[in-house]
């Protein structure tokens, strides 16, 4: 079995910024790409970004270009998620998630979709005051 354990969030002012942690354990080597998404009282789960674990290709969801960066460290097992500028409207439990898809499928104009991944963190909550 793969485990995903996020990490990092907390409660920064509006403008500041966090970096979350997905540290991965199990069979990882059968994921292709790794990602983030994310879910607000009362809101549907959204797409923030994802990250191909070979070549490095990203997405971006609209509202987090230019603020949110991912990466990743294959030898950790880790993705991590910078978050930048951060506004009250970032406020969310945001979940790591891992995908057995085949990369080419992740292109850059691919909006990963929740049925896309097929384990799961347990998410870890991030609020931005204002």
């Known amino acids: 079995q793969v485990q995903l354990v996020e990490s990092g969030g907390g409660l920064v002012q509006a403008g500041g910024s966090l970096r979350l942690s997905c540290a991965a354990s199990?069979?990882?080597?059968?994921?292709?790409?790794m990602g983030w998404f994310r879910q607000a009282p009362g809101k549907e789960r959204e797409f923030v970004v994802h990250?191909?674990?070979?070549?490095?290709?990203?997405n971006y969801a609209d509202s987090v270009k230019g603020r949110f960066t991912i990466s990743r460290d294959n030898a950790k097992n880790t993705v991590y998620l910078q978050m930048n500028s951060l506004k009250p409207e970032d406020t969310a439990v945001y979940y790591c998630?891992?995908?057995?898809?085949?990369?080419?499928?992740?292109?850059?104009?691919?909006?990963?979709?929740?049925?896309?991944?097929?384990?799961w963190g347990q998410g870890t909550q991030v609020t931005v005051s204002s």
């Open positions: 199990g069979l990882t080597s059968r994921f292709n790409a």
């Open positions: 990250i191909t674990l070979s070549g490095g290709s990203t």
């Open positions: 998630a891992a995908s057995k898809i085949p990369p080419a499928y992740f292109g850059p104009r691919y909006y990963p979709a929740e049925t896309d991944f097929s384990s």
